[in-house]
């Protein structure tokens, strides 16, 4: 029996305290007893048909209201169930369902049905708002008071105290490409999280606090924005002001933003909403994290909220006026893409398949793909003959069969396609270009400080890649360049392409490296993490040797992990999953005084190594090699000394380096443990020929001795058969798995 207050449907929902909702709307009358009987009734067995005696109802309206019930609970009953003329329409709350829904212009009648519009409202709001543009029209316009100039609208800030609150807009007189899906959704709870946060700006049913003689927060905000974005022209749209009339258009300050009202037929909430939706389709940059970011500025701050997001100038610029030569990259065409781009032209999922077959065994037969595949022999045949003819297939010797005709395996052709993967450390950037096979046609390195300014620091990227792809123009194909990879150290925003905080690199804090890099190379680009990054190679190159789930411990100016389980890599719901630092002080019991994890020095490896070696008694633990990367007397220059020491048999050395490694091995034993995992692969930078056999070592020890499991498995830890440059070997990796890889949905980097 439910409990009081609870009521329960024909699918064994519950929703408590509903149940005393339900019975007052039933008594009240009006356009809700109707529905709220239903339910009631439904909840006591009552049939359909007999519920629609009682009540002089149709069956399908009874259907209706269960249904409505069981999927969205009371505010499914809220909701109008047809076509209709409500008293007021929130034009902007039907632009962001026009922007949001799936199925996108086909979605109208859909909106129209859950809004209670007719369809004809619908697509007239459409079509004030330009969200179908013509041929040859400009795209959105929002119709503020006057209308924003211009149909490419960023949102850039906003600015909220107890008397007002203005969004502030950005434009460009361009015509914007028109609308699709976000980057990463911006859900309901997003758009609800934003109202709620400036809703308990604004005093309810109190007179606004006076504001101080001579302060004017507002005018400092837009005097600010104007410094922070100059390369766009800014529009303020007050969202409510409590001081003036709603009608009154504030006056604009002499050179600052102009000053806009709230469209007609808009709440400031769903007006907030559509603005948010419209950027987010427009811009995969404008992704969910800017806008988290603006909530947590409006929950956290005491006093008035002055929020701008960070400059997009850099997104702004003509991307032809900064492209260098197309010819140095093979005239592949300029797309900005997230997920790579299959320029050399795959025909079908099955295609896919093959070339997974033929990758992992090395050379195969056409009859082995068939039967490792299950596709048909006359299917792999008529795919293998169409990848041989495009040049990605190359056929070996002949084999001897003891009945019928010889067969012929095939093979990758590795000079059918190359890609460039560029690293970013704190102390070292890298650049190689890769064939398909994975060998390395060249390979390019440049020092620089962690503290290096963003601009110079990408600038050096730039030249860094170019540079690769000069010393490597001989060897691509016209048509066979397929991209760049970027490996960066996390956490990262994928979908804007944007590093966030990095905890070695302090000036690159949301950084658009993306959209920076895409300014400069036509072709695609794809940024990911250092540790995934380095899976993805793993994976890529070791062919069957890395065919199973297993985890890749990437030793660099920090240790970091990456996942490939289930036949992919393992990016989590931000694509920062890997995140080893925390894992390793949670298995020691390490917090710092806030609370939280600490952060591990034994999670740095060439940091903490020698600092370990010194205090066990190794002198010469910064002796300096000009020849490691980071430069002269630099950490990594200490960590090499130290594994020198090591391999020469010094105790203290190889003392430091298993007191490393077990700190190491706390953090993968938590892995194996939670994710019933056989295989730890170790590579990076700093996995050196010196120091393997020291981390493999007491790796394998620590995961095999302590896991709740240990009698049903043998963990494996095994060298990475990537060189030292694992991370821009993977980087360019992830074009080729990006590209390759079969799979029966695109990648989701939400």
Wanted: proline share 7%; hydrophobic share 45%; with cysteine.
């Amino acid at each position: 029996m439910a409990e009081a207050g609870t009521v329960t449907v024909a699918t064994g929902e519950e929703q408590p305290g509903s149940r005393e909702v339900l019975r007052g709307w039933a008594a009240e009358g009006g356009p809700l007893a109707v529905r709220a009987r239903v339910v009631l009734l439904a909840e006591e067995g009552v049939r359909d048909a007999e519920i629609a005696r009682r009540l002089g109802i149709s069956r399908q309206t009874v259907g209706t209201w269960r249904h409505r019930w069981q999927s969205a609970g009371l505010r499914g009953l809220e909701q109008r169930p047809r076509t209709g003329r409500p008293a007021t329409v929130d034009e902007a709350e039907v632009v962001t369902r026009a922007l949001l829904a799936p199925g996108g212009s086909g979605a109208g009648r859909a909106i129209a049905r859950e809004l209670g519009l007719s369809h004809a409202t619908v697509a007239a709001i459409r079509r004030r708002w330009r969200l179908t543009p013509e041929a040859g029209a400009p795209g959105p316009e929002v119709p503020t008071v006057p209308p924003l100039p211009g149909p490419d609208v960023w949102v850039l800030g906003l600015y909220a105290d107890a008397r007002r609150a203005v969004l502030l807009a950005g434009t460009r007189s361009r015509r914007a490409a028109a609308p699709g899906p976000a980057a990463t959704v911006i859900g309901e709870d997003v758009l609800d999280g934003l109202g709620r946060a400036l809703e308990e700006r604004r005093p309810a049913g109190r007179a606004a606090a006076p504001r101080p003689p001579g302060a004017d927060g507002l005018a400092a905000f837009l005097a600010a924005a104007a410094g922070h974005h100059p390369d766009i022209a800014l529009h303020a749209v007050t969202l409510w002001d409590d001081g003036a009339a709603p009608d009154v258009l504030p006056a604009a300050p002499r050179g600052g933003p102009s000053r806009h009202l709230l469209p007609a037929r808009s709440s400031w909430r769903g007006f907030l909403r559509a603005m948010v939706a419209l950027d987010s389709t427009s811009h995969p940059e404008s992704s969910r994290r800017v806008y988290l970011d603006l909530i947590a500025a409006l929950q956290q701050a005491e006093g008035p909220v002055g929020w701008l997001r960070e400059s997009v100038a850099g997104h702004l610029r003509d991307p032809r006026a900064a492209a260098p030569d197309a010819a140095a990259l093979g005239a592949v065409p300029r797309q900005v893409s997230s997920s790579g781009v299959n320029q050399i032209d795959l025909g079908s999922f099955n295609e896919c398949v093959v070339i997974e077959a033929v990758r992992l065994a090395g050379t195969i037969t056409r009859g082995e793909i068939a039967h490792r595949t299950g596709l048909t022999q006359q299917s792999v045949s008529r795919i293998a003959r169409s990848l041989l003819d495009r040049g990605i297939l190359v056929e070996d010797a002949q084999r001897r069969a003891t009945s019928g005709k010889p067969r012929t395996p095939v093979r990758l052709c590795g000079t059918a396609a190359h890609a460039l993967g560029l690293h970013i450390d704190p102390e070292v950037i890298t650049a190689v270009v890769i064939d398909l096979d994975g060998a390395i046609v060249c390979t390019c390195t440049r020092p620089v400080s962690a503290d290096i300014d963003p601009g110079e620091f990408v600038a050096q990227v730039v030249a860094l890649g170019r540079e690769a792809l000069e010393k490597a123009r001989g060897a691509l194909r016209a048509d066979g360049f397929l991209g760049i990879g970027v490996a960066v150290p996390g956490p990262v925003d994928i979908a804007s392409g944007t590093v966030l905080d990095p905890p070695l690199m302090s000036a690159w804090n949301d950084l658009p490296l993306l959209y920076l890099l895409q300014d400069h190379f036509p072709c695609p680009v794809i940024i990911e993490k250092d540790s995934l990054a380095a899976a993805a190679g793993e994976r890529w190159i070791g062919r069957d040797r890395r065919a199973r789930d297993f985890a890749y411990l990437y030793l660099g100016t920090g240790v970091g992990s990456g996942l490939y389980l289930n036949g992919d890599i393992y990016r989590g719901v931000s694509a920062n999953a890997g995140e080893f630092g925390q894992l390793c002080a949670v298995a020691l019991g390490r917090v710092g005084p806030d609370g939280r994890p600490e952060l591990l020095p034994e999670c740095n490896p060439p940091v903490s190594v020698p600092e370990a070696a010194a205090r066990l008694g190794l002198r010469a633990a910064g002796r300096a090699d000009p020849s490691a990367p980071g430069g002269p007397g630099g950490s990594s220059a200490a960590y090499h000394a130290v594994g020198r020491a090591a391999a020469g048999g010094d105790p203290a050395a190889a003392a430091a380096l298993r007191e490393v490694a077990g700190a190491v091995g706390r953090g993968a034993l938590g892995l194996v443990d939670l994710l019933d995992i056989d295989l730890i692969v170790l590579g990076g930078p700093f996995f050196t020929d010196d120091t393997a056999s020291y981390y493999l070592d007491e790796i394998r020890r620590v995961v095999n001795d302590f896991p709740q499991a240990r009698r049903l498995r043998q963990v494996e830890v095994e060298p990475s058969v990537l060189s030292a440059e694992a991370a821009a070997v993977g980087a360019a990796s992830t074009i080729f798995h990006a590209t390759f890889t079969p799979r029966l949905r695109g990648r989701d980097r939400s």
